[in-house]
């Protein structure tokens, strides 16, 4: 059984930062490609950034370009999501998801990673950035 278990969360005033850890279990950890999403209230969950199985592919949602950095530690199972100038609408839980899987959208595959499928997923981290 896989388990991936977020932390880093909590409160931080606008313009700060932030920084996010995922362990994922078991030793295909170097195989993973992996993401970090968010979903606040009321709103559907989205991909905020995902990174391949060697880190040579990242994507990023528009809204965190230039702020946010993903990378990964294949040698401690790790991957984080380092989060600088935050803006209140960062506010949101965050989840990590490992072992994500090409999906077909519309009769073609995904090219955004953070499109895929993700089999594992941990139970989330509260980032509340107040203004």
């Known amino acids: 059984q896989v388990q991936v278990v977020e932390s880093g969360g909590g409160l931080v005033q606008a313009g700060g930062s932030l920084r996010l850890s995922c362990t994922v279990s078991?030793?295909?950890?170097?195989?993973?490609?992996l993401g970090w999403f968010r979903q606040a209230p009321g709103k559907e969950r989205e991909g905020v950034s995902c990174?391949?199985?060697?880190?040579?592919?990242?994507s990023y949602a528009d809204s965190v370009k230039g702020r946010f950095t993903i990378s990964r530690d294949n040698a401690k199972n790790t991957v984080y999501l380092q989060m600088n100038s935050l803006k209140s609408e960062d506010t949101a839980t965050y989840y990590c998801?490992?072992?994500?899987?090409?999906?077909?959208?519309?009769?073609?595959?995904?090219?955004?990673?953070?499109?895929?499928?993700?089999?594992?997923w941990g139970q989330g981290t509260q980032v509340t950035v107040s203004s």
């Open positions: 990174i391949s199985w060697s880190g040579a592919t990242t």
């Open positions: 998801a490992a072992d994500g899987i090409p999906k077909e959208i519309g009769g073609s595959w995904s090219l955004d990673i953070c499109q895929y499928d993700y089999n594992y």
């Open positions: 078991g030793s295909a950890f170097d195989t993973y490609v």
